[in-house]
């Protein structure tokens, strides 16, 4: 049987035949892991030792049933019977200007037994001093290899840990897991092995982030931040140094845009707890104009940006229902997170007593995500419910180094 180079199959013809391996093997489900699978997807590698010899592969739904049980993470598989196209443009996992798409008809024979010198791992290795020019940057994904003693520091939100990777020059880059990655990541493990020698370690997937005036840091798959959560809090006082108001773009609402029509726009940043923990809350536009009851023309002929108008300090002790989501730009750098209001629920009016509680160290002094849970107000997420048309929602309580090919 003639095999095909992965370096040599190209889109518009259908008979090539491959043999590979199965280097990485995931399930996406878009930006939760709780949705429905959008697709299976596959890096494979072939035995040719060159740049060029690893791809992408993509199994949509309908196909799963029928091709996942004959694949397996590290098996070594013929393949035929698929279809080659160009490759996406954006998060790309590997450097190869195609990809390939299974299909129900699609033909795969596991090879035994396991060839020997086939590459096991597959992946292009980007040095610290490479990683910024990287940033935001949507074409591709990072493999970042260090040797490293893990810092962990204990997640802000249950399904996030932040680790700092050392290189052996010395230089730092924080990685922020989310979602799975977090949980299957040994943090505890990691670290405490980190601390009598350097740990080798190789994250891919890994996209390059980071917003103006703040650091850098690595993203793994943040499967929470578009999760809609409900809570009920009494707010506490106003963030210090916040200002009420921002310059944004008139079209897009963002303080980051290049664009030339610009105007001010409220910003509320606050302090909110139950009687469980305090935690920030930050409200935009009309929905701060909601809370405050005037438009921010009005408060601007009477106060600047820095002072506290007399509308804004009155919130201090009302309590309200909010529908709210983990701010990603805010939290991915700070110790707790941050949440967004998407809109007011409900509204209890003014409170006798506001809640107050000492602060625990948890969430910056140790590693152990079972005290991050305990620490962390128990919000309710929001889940859409599938079988109504209308946006309601229903509410749930709360190896060896020699076979890597580079």
């Keep these: 049987m003639a095999i095909d180079l992965l370096s040599d199959i190209r889109p518009e013809q259908y008979h090539w035949t491959i043999c590979v391996r199965i280097s990485r093997m995931w399930e996406f489900h878009g930006k939760s892991d709780d949705e429905e699978i959008k697709h299976l997807d596959l890096v494979i590698i072939d035995k040719k030792g060159n740049i060029g010899t690893s791809m992408y592969v993509e199994i949509p739904p309908d196909s799963i049933p029928v091709l996942k049980p004959q694949l397996e993470e590290g098996k070594v598989v013929t393949i035929k019977k698929f279809v080659v196209q160009q490759a996406k443009h954006e998060y790309r996992v590997v450097q190869n200007p195609y990809m390939i798409k299974l299909n129900k008809r699609t033909i795969i024979t596991a090879v035994e037994p396991d060839p020997a010198m086939f590459p096991k791992i597959t992946c292009m290795l980007t040095p610290f001093s490479e990683l910024e020019q990287h940033k935001n940057m949507r074409d591709k ?3 970042v290899s260090n040797t490293a003693n893990f810092h962990i520091g204990a997640g802000t939100i249950q399904t996030r840990r932040t680790i700092t ?5 010395g230089m730092t880059v924080n990685l922020s897991l989310a979602g799975a990655r977090e949980i299957e990541f040994d943090g505890d493990e990691v670290y405490a092995i980190g601390q009598e020698t350097p740990v080798v370690a190789i994250f891919v997937g890994t996209p390059m982030k980071g917003s103006r005036g703040q650091p850098s840091y690595l993203s793994g798959t943040s499967a929470y931040m578009d999760t809609r959560f409900q809570c009920t809090v009494t707010i506490t006082k106003l963030s210090p140094n916040q200002g009420w108001y921002y310059l944004a773009c008139k079209k897009c609402s963002k303080d980051t845009c290049p664009c030339t029509e610009v105007e001010d726009r409220y910003k509320l940043s606050f302090m909110a707890a139950d009687e469980t923990y305090e935690l920030e809350f930050v409200e935009f536009d009309q929905k701060a104009q909601q809370l405050i ?26 309590r309200y229902t909010f529908i709210v989501k983990v701010s990603a730009k805010k939290s991915m750098i700070s110790d707790e997170p941050s949440y967004d209001v998407i809109y007011i629920k409900e509204k209890f009016g003014r409170q006798t007593n506001i809640p107050v509680f000492r602060k625990t ?16 107000p128990s919000l309710i997420p929001m889940e859409p419910k599938k079988v109504q048309r209308k946006n309601q929602h229903q509410e749930i309580n709360i190896n060896d180094p020699s076979k890597i090919q580079y």
């Design 361 to 376: 160290n948890s969430l910056t002094g140790t590693s152990s995500s079972q005290t991050v849970q305990r620490s962390l």
């Design 141 to 143: 994904f990072l493999a």
């Design 165 to 169: 990777l050392r290189d052996v020059s």
């Design 293 to 318: 009851g005037k438009p921010i023309q009005r408060l601007q002929s009477i106060y600047n940006k820095f002072d506290t108008p007399a509308e804004i300090s009155n919130l201090i002790s009302q």
